[in-house]
């Protein structure tokens, strides 16, 4: 089994591809755990993996709190992918704590913080999908045969931005007060629909974010066909990714 939680489709689609070539079912962590915690046993014999993107050198929250509550038996494969638009850090050491990891992989993904910078250039962003294309084969392959195996790119200083700047992105960087809609939306409410932790709801058919916090998985801001939605003055002149936009990597 392959759980996921994805933003603006990266670590979806890796999570897909990946129930595909290895015969397994990928299912969403935000799906399973929206009415409440959920129980997931990986019984002796079984494969389990989590698939997440990297926010700031870690996990998203969510996912770990979702991996803290999996029961692991002895003789089960676990293991974890985690796409990035650079860099995992120690994302994948620091999950391993309260997750027995056996196997991990990084993929680089085209880049969606578009509250700290631009998307990729069109060529790079292709580019990226490209080779994550053909390293799926490679990590399917080491999955079925359960191999014991990190290749996770953590990039420089990988130490202090998973612990000290991960920590300080938690605390003062996921508050949705930034985020308004601009009078470009048309009321789709694709924003509402799209956002993993339930934190947009409609109201008189414009979007509200109704929690101070959110995980910042940038998905109503990428995904908005309007681009109404922005995050302070920052984001006004930024291009916006979602997975699939660009029909060439529908693959």
Known sequence: MIYFFSGTGNSRWIAEELARLTGEQALSIPDLVKDGPTAVYAGAGSSIGIVFPVYAWGAPLLVEQFCKAISVSEGAYVY??????????FA????????????????TMPNNYIVG??????SLEQKKIDAARERLGRVSAGILARKTEFDVHTGPAAWLKTAVIRPMFNTFA?????FYATSDCNGCGICERGCPTET????????AWVNRNCAQCMACINRCPKKAIQYGTGTLHRGRYYFGNNKTNNG
């Open 92 to 107: 994948m050491r620091r999950l391993k704590r309260f997750y027995p990891l056996q196997a991990a992989w990084s993929f």
């Open 200 to 207: 947009i709801v409609m109201r008189q058919g414009r979007p």
């Open 174 to 178: 996921r508050r949705t007060k930034p």
């Open 117 to 122: 910078f631009d998307v990729d250039a069109a």
């Open 80 to 89: 974890a992918v985690c796409t990035c638009g650079d860099e995992a850090g």
